[in-house]
């Protein structure tokens, strides 16, 4: 079945002022010189190191790479889920349900607002008004219906949904015949779908997905991620997902791939096949660091004209050694 494309939802305005367009009408969220540190000192980990990023419209984008790559702590710094240690996340309004606490001074670029200026109760209602959210372990509220998981954004709010958006969401995820249910009596797939449609019944600028495959076997993870490729496709939708897995990057418009707190590649229209060799040679990368030549007492030894190098790959000066003179 085609469905509508989907319409914002709410004023695009802060205050009584309207928010105009940014420079770059596309974007949807970007962030600056991102920077998340915990510890310090000595102990001291660098989770994201200066991260520039900026994620479209209307586009289905997979962020990739190992555990402890900070790729997860990049995806909760956007959505203002963790606080940063320097620099800014930048959320496009234009299409969001403004904030309601008076005027807000923007920061970015007109149209947008910085997530780091905004205090808690902000950070919470911006998140609950704008932003989806789909977790590997579902997060469903065990005592309600599938019906009443799907609505709970809009009841903490104070709304009511949209029927007929209601009714496309439960047709496009198939879930008919299941809103009476409660999760224990849904299977891992059926639960998944339920988060999903919690997700979109906001209508919200950005869905994230962090390992939204994780808890699910091969088939339930296909429908899952083809759920998340037609909502972007038909909906309109924007889907930030993280992932470990090539397959489910596929999916995928466009997918980073992270290493030690920063992107190290940035690959359109993924494959299984690219994203396989992308983290092959992160991998090793990491495993296999190139050899910084070193002089006799351990300092980094700069390279001169003339230098080559001997058999393990360090370098020696030119012409006759020591025991040919």
Same mark, same amino acid.
């Given at each position: 079945?085609?469905?509508?494309?989907?319409?914002?939802?709410?004023?695009? /305005?802060?205050? /009584?002022?309207?928010?105009?367009?940014?420079?770059?009408?596309?974007?949807?969220?970007?962030?600056?010189?991102?920077?998340?540190?915990?510890?310090?000192?000595?102990?001291?980990?660098?989770?994201?190191?200066?991260?520039?990023?900026?994620?479209?419209?209307?586009?289905?984008?997979?962020?990739?790479?190992?555990?402890?790559?900070?790729?997860?702590?990049?995806?909760?710094?956007?959505?203002?889920?963790?606080?940063?240690?320097?620099?800014?996340?930048?959320?496009?309004?234009?299409?969001?349900?403004?904030?309601?606490?008076?005027?807000?001074?923007?920061?970015?670029?007109?149209?947008?607002?910085?997530?780091?200026?905004?205090?808690?109760?902000?950070?919470?209602?911006?998140?609950?008004?704008?932003?989806?959210?789909?977790?590997?372990?579902?997060?469903?509220?065990?005592?309600?219906?599938?019906?009443?998981?799907?609505?709970?954004?809009?009841?903490?709010?104070?709304?009511?949904?949209?029927?007929?958006?209601?009714?496309?969401?439960?047709?496009?995820?198939?879930?008919?015949?299941?809103?009476?249910?409660?999760?224990?009596?849904?299977?891992?797939?059926?639960?998944?779908?339920?988060?999903?449609?919690?997700?979109?019944?906001?209508?919200?600028?950005?869905?994230?997905?962090?390992?939204?495959?994780?808890?699910?076997?091969?088939?339930?993870?296909?429908?899952?991620?083809?759920?998340?490729?037609?909502?972007?496709?038909?909906?309109?939708?924007?889907?930030?997902?993280?992932?470990?897995?090539?397959?489910?990057?596929?999916?995928?418009?466009?997918?980073?791939?992270?290493?030690?707190?920063?992107?190290?590649?940035?690959?359109?229209?993924?494959?299984?096949?690219?994203?396989?060799?992308?983290?092959?040679?992160?991998?090793?990368?990491?495993?296999?660091?190139?050899?910084?030549?070193?002089?006799?007492?351990?300092?980094?030894?700069?390279?001169?004209?003339?230098?080559?190098?001997?058999?393990?790959?360090?370098?020696?000066?030119?012409?006759?050694?020591?025991?040919?003179?």
């Amino acid at each position: 079945m085609d469905m509508q494309r989907m319409e914002p939802v709410g004023r695009s /305005e802060v205050g /009584e002022e309207k928010i105009s367009p940014v420079g770059g009408p596309g974007t949807a969220i970007r962030a600056e010189d991102l920077t998340k540190d915990y510890g310090e000192g000595e102990s001291v980990v660098h989770a994201l190191r200066g991260v520039d990023v900026s994620f479209d419209q209307g586009m289905f984008t997979a962020i990739m790479g190992p555990s402890g790559s900070g790729k997860s702590t990049l995806m909760h710094t956007l959505a203002g889920l963790d606080s940063v240690t320097r620099g800014h996340v930048y959320l496009n309004m234009v299409n969001a349900t403004g904030l309601s606490e008076g005027r807000k001074k923007f920061r970015g670029q007109r149209g947008e607002v910085d997530l780091t200026t905004l205090n808690d109760n902000q950070l919470t209602l911006l998140r609950r008004r704008n932003l989806g959210f789909i977790f590997q372990s579902f997060n469903l509220l065990p005592m309600f219906t599938a019906r009443q998981n799907i609505e709970t954004p809009l009841t903490l709010d104070g709304g009511r949904p949209d029927r007929e958006w209601m009714d496309l969401l439960v047709r496009t995820l198939g879930l008919e015949g299941r809103l009476d249910h409660r999760p224990s009596e849904l299977s891992g797939g059926q639960q998944q779908r339920v988060a999903i449609a919690r997700a979109l019944i906001t209508k919200p600028s950005i869905v994230f997905a962090d390992e939204p495959t994780g808890n699910l076997d091969s088939l339930s993870s296909a429908e899952v991620l083809g759920f998340l490729r037609r909502s972007v496709r038909e909906l309109g939708q924007t889907v930030i997902m993280v992932t470990h897995d090539p397959l489910a990057a596929s999916y995928a418009d466009r997918a980073l791939v992270f290493s030690d707190g920063r992107v190290v590649a940035d690959q359109e229209k993924p494959t299984v096949e690219i994203m396989n060799d992308l983290m092959a040679k992160d991998s090793q990368t990491l495993l296999d660091p190139p050899r910084v030549p070193l002089q006799a007492d351990g300092a980094p030894r700069v390279r001169r004209e003339g230098d080559v190098p001997d058999d393990g790959g360090a370098l020696r000066p030119s012409g006759p050694s020591m025991s040919e003179r």
